[in-house]
């Protein structure tokens, strides 16, 4: 045989392996962008923010009308507890249950009890831990939520929450009468301080999901009841502010319209800005991308988490230019208006949430 042609096919490999190579090299270089790694629990959250996402909602916020008067629904002070549970969901079965959650949590706060209930429509994650004044994290550890589906209306689950009144028992007081008076169960009360005799004067007791009493009773000297880990007031408010994804003209505001489809009146939670379709569209602020994909409704869509629970939505995206995982910055290219999902001209659909409740974008961008 002739060895000019028993060597060709070295020769061909030996070529593909370097032009392989070369392709790889050139790849990174292209592709270099950072990527983050996030845990398991931040990437349920995310999922779950997705999942709910809505561009028009039939179940607006709730103090809806404060919000479209600028308020913010959420302060930056509704963020974990520096000794809540950061627990994450299990990963074999067997090896976290809802006892020994609460037991953990407990043992770093004698006030934190569960109180049952059962999911409706419009809640969210945030939505409930926001009602309990607890942590939204604690929820999923306590249930061992593993995917957003766990979260459907109907679902009852366990909300831990250390809302509650402090109490100092007082001459002929009863169990009963001390669980009628600030509307809690007698059950409840024995069980979280471990009553098992009569009650004595001048004896703690934490009541459980107890509010103010019903009938408060005369001062007595010596007598203390008060409300211990209420989620704190509205007085302070922080705001984010967030610069404009695109410049355009608005055509659809923050708030309830008829929708132009089903012409239905409903609540738009966001603001659609009209823009030529492939028009540059910019990040609002720093952050995380946690979505870039195609949703139905929005189409193409970017989500970008930003600090203390914040997001952006970009949607109706002839093309999205980051990935999920992305490190993006303030001003930084995202994603090229269209008309994609459900639309009836090209625009940018953009909204502010913090986790899943819509904030009023007009009140925010700068």
């Keep these: 045989m002739d060895h000019r042609f028993s060597s060709i096919p070295t020769v061909i490999l030996a070529a593909s392996i370097i032009a392989l190579a070369l392709y790889g090299s050139l790849s990174a270089r292209n592709d270099d962008r950072p990527v983050q790694k996030t845990p398991d629990t931040d990437r349920l959250e995310d999922a779950i923010i997705i999942e709910g996402l809505q561009m028009d909602s039939e179940n607006p916020p709730e103090d809806e009308g404060d919000e479209i008067n600028g308020m913010i629904l959420y302060d930056d002070d509704f963020m974990p507890a520096k000794d809540a549970a950061q627990t994450r969901p299990a990963k074999k079965e067997n090896t976290v249950s809802s006892e020994s959650v609460l037991k953990e949590l407990k043992e770093k706060d004698p006030r934190w009890h569960t109180t049952g209930y059962t999911i409706k429509r419009g809640d969210n994650l945030w939505s409930i831990a926001k009602k309990f004044g607890t942590d939204h994290r604690s929820i999923i550890g306590i249930n061992e939520i593993k995917n957003p589906e766990s979260l459907k209306p109907g679902r009852k689950i366990l909300v831990p929450s250390r809302i509650g009144v402090y109490y100092t028992v007082r001459k002929g007081d009863t169990l009963s009468g001390i669980a009628a008076r600030y509307r809690t169960k007698m059950a409840r009360i024995q069980t979280h301080n471990g009553i098992t005799t009569l009650l004595r004067p001048g004896m703690k007791l934490f009541l459980p999901g107890a509010?103010?009493?019903?009938?408060?009773?005369?001062?007595?000297?010596?007598?203390?009841?008060?409300?211990?880990?209420?989620?704190?007031?509205?007085?302070?408010?922080?705001?984010?502010?967030?610069?404009?994804?695109?410049?355009?003209?608005?055509?659809?505001?923050?708030?309830?319209?008829?929708?132009?489809?089903?012409?239905?009146?409903?609540?738009?939670?966001?603001?659609?800005?009209?823009?030529?379709?492939?028009?540059?569209?910019?990040?609002?602020?720093?952050?995380?991308?946690?979505?870039?994909?195609?949703?139905?409704?929005?189409?193409?869509?970017?989500?970008?988490?930003?600090?203390?629970?914040?997001?952006?939505?970009?949607?109706?995206?002839?093309?999205?230019?980051?990935?999920?995982?992305?490190?993006?910055?303030?001003?930084?290219?995202?994603?090229?208006?269209?008309?994609?999902?459900?639309?009836?001209?090209?625009?940018?659909?953009?909204?502010?949430?913090?986790?899943?409740?819509?904030?009023?974008?007009?009140?925010?961008?700068?």
């Design 211 to 366: 509010t103010a009493p019903v009938s408060p009773p005369k001062a007595v000297r010596g007598d203390s009841a008060a409300v211990a880990g209420a989620p704190r007031g509205d007085t302070e408010r922080a705001r984010m502010t967030f610069s404009w994804p695109a410049r355009g003209r608005i055509t659809s505001s923050f708030g309830h319209r008829r929708d132009p489809f089903t012409k239905k009146r409903k609540f738009h939670c966001g603001i659609d800005i009209s823009l030529d379709p492939g028009t540059p569209i910019h990040a609002a602020a720093d952050g995380t991308v946690i979505f870039s994909g195609w949703k139905d409704g929005y189409g193409n869509m970017v989500v970008v988490k930003h600090e203390n629970g914040y997001i952006t939505v970009y949607a109706h995206n002839r093309s999205n230019e980051v990935r999920e995982g992305e490190a993006v910055r303030l001003g930084q290219r995202i994603a090229l208006s269209g008309m994609t999902g459900l639309v009836t001209g090209a625009h940018l659909h953009f909204e502010v949430r913090k986790y899943l409740t819509p904030l009023n974008p007009m009140r925010m961008l700068r």
